[in-house]
């Protein structure tokens, strides 16, 4: 079971398209706000969202990265994911709208309540 560490986590993903609007600068710093182990990273002029995972191996960080998988796959959103020894890198942003959207955010807060799920 997932516990849920921000109130984003409970959300679902929208269905989003080409004229989906991206993350302002004001909503950017109160949603950041809900997960403050994730950071911004600016790749290839696109704006994401960033975190690395720790683990005391390989196949645990492995197992992390499928559970991951799992869930994006249920919410029809899917991050990049770097997968090395003891670490998992993932980073969230929207295809579509080559930035930021809601989206990302709920996803970020569902891949950390996996972590503390998996960490307690």
Same mark, same amino acid.
């Given at each position: 079971?997932?516990?849920?560490?921000?109130?984003?986590?409970?959300?679902?993903?929208?269905?989003?398209?080409?004229?989906?609007?991206?993350?302002?600068? =004001?909503?950017?710093?109160?949603?950041?706000?809900?997960?403050?182990?994730?950071?911004?990273?600016?790749?290839?002029?696109?704006?994401?969202?960033?975190?690395? @995972?720790? @683990?005391?191996? @390989?196949?645990?960080?492995?197992?992390?990265?499928?559970?991951?998988?799992?869930?994006? =796959?249920?919410?029809?959103?899917?991050?990049?994911?770097?997968?090395?020894?003891?670490?998992?890198?993932?980073?969230?942003?929207?295809?579509?709208?080559?930035?930021?959207?809601?989206?990302? @955010?709920?996803?970020?807060?569902?891949?950390?309540?996996?972590? =503390?799920?998996?960490?307690?």
């Amino acid at each position: 079971m997932v516990k849920i560490v921000s109130s984003l986590g409970k959300q679902q993903c929208e269905a989003c398209d080409l004229n989906a609007s991206k993350i302002g600068n =004001e909503e950017l710093q109160i949603l950041l706000a809900e997960i403050p182990d994730w950071h911004i990273k600016n790749i290839d002029n696109i704006m994401q969202l960033e975190r690395s @995972f720790n @683990f005391a191996n @390989f196949i645990q960080a492995m197992d992390f990265a499928n559970k991951v998988a799992r869930i994006a =796959e249920t919410e029809a959103h899917h991050p990049s994911i770097h997968i090395e020894w003891g670490q998992v890198k993932i980073n969230w942003w929207t295809h579509k709208i080559k930035g930021l959207h809601k989206n990302d @955010f709920i996803m970020a807060a569902k891949t950390e309540a996996l972590y =503390e799920t998996n960490n307690d």
